[in-house]
């Protein structure tokens, strides 16, 4: 039976790719292996898989007793419904552990970087897999949006490296124009404004509370219409009375460096204080660029206290 290699909800191009790249190292190791997603594919994902020509996984709603190995989480918000009824064999993720759990031992590869596909090629080298060009080239994609192009403070010098041997792999010379490439597609807002909200979103338990934290990354804030933004905050209302305490969306301009913040929340003072802004009409966030280490940490910090 072949394992399924899954991310997140909402998944984003680290999810898709990792479960790609991952599913061919295992199989590489004599494990086989099987990609899967669970959700279609956004614009800037769909930019790289058709630049290195590889198929989208397959979308899998239901995983219950097959063996499964998680790859970019391992929060059970972010899981299928019937995950804990799956043989979980292992996780790759670059995100705090989460509250998966096991009843036998399983292989994990967690490590503070800034992207998921740098561990998997971490894991090739180990286990000398040798990566073929198309997926190197996806995974090189993961990590340049990951790390937004190495500025994001998640970006360590083990992405670097890995960016650039999985470059020379795929042929590809020019990274930051690779990466702008894909900024623009990742800017396409031509969705409604609940699919651009859920594009890139993940609910957490903070606290007993679920809270649910959107991200929409674009090379300039200025894309976003005074109409579509009071539609995006409208919308988010509605995704917060979905059963959410707080429903979060961080709007990020990749070329400022900085993000906007919209809340619908139960406590939005709480959101507010914690992620050190002030109530306005434009809650700027400068030098705010990752969800994962600048917006997820003060929320659970304040939704501990």
């Given amino acids: 039976m072949s394992a399924l290699v899954l991310g ?25 292996a ?37 790859v970019d989480f391992s929060d059970l918000a972010q899981a299928p419904a019937d995950l804990l009824k799956a043989k979980i064999q292992g996780i790759v993720d670059h995100h705090k552990l989460g509250d998966v759990t096991t009843d036998t031992p399983l292989e994990c590869w967690i490590q503070p970087v800034g992207c998921s596909n740098t561990i998997v090629k971490m894991v090739a080298d180990y286990y000398n897999v040798a990566i073929p060009a198309p997926i190197a080239g996806a995974m090189l994609c993961a990590i340049l949006s990951d790390t937004v192009l190495f500025k994001s403070p998640t970006c ?10 999985l470059a020379a792999i795929a042929g590809v010379s020019d990274l930051e124009a690779l990466g702008m490439d894909m900024f623009k597609a990742k800017s396409n807002l031509n969705a409604s404004p609940r699919d651009l ?3 890139d979103f993940k609910d957490f338990d ?35 009375a979905e059963g959410r305490h707080s429903a979060v969306l961080v709007l990020t301009d990749i070329m400022k460096e900085g993000s906007e913040l919209l809340v619908a929340s139960d406590d ?18 400068p030098g705010v660029m ?16």
Wanted: hydrophobic share 45%.
């Fill in 8 to 32: 997140h909800k909402n998944p984003d191009t680290d999810s898709i790719v990792t479960a790609i790249s991952y599913a061919h190292v295992l199989n590489g190791r004599g494990i086989a």
């Fill in 34 to 70: 099987t990609a899967a997603a669970q959700g279609e594919v956004a614009p800037e994902t769909e930019f790289v898989l058709n630049k290195f020509n590889l198929q989208a996984p397959a979308v899998v709603s239901e995983v219950a007793d097959k063996e499964v190995y998680l």
């Fill in 156 to 165: 360590t010098e083990l992405d670097k490296k890995a960016a650039n041997e």
């Fill in 197 to 199: 909200i859920f594009r």
């Fill in 206 to 240: 903070m606290g007993g509370k679920k809270i649910g934290i959107g991200q929409l990354e674009l090379i300039s804030l200025s894309m976003v219409s005074a109409e579509l933004k009071a539609q995006l905050q409208s919308e988010l209302a509605a995704v917060k």
């Fill in 268 to 285: 939005e003072d709480i959101i507010i204080s914690a992620l050190g802004t002030k109530k306005a009409d434009v809650m700027w966030m």
């Fill in 290 to 305: 990752s969800r994962k280490k600048q917006v997820v940490p003060p929320l659970q910090a304040a939704f501990k206290a």
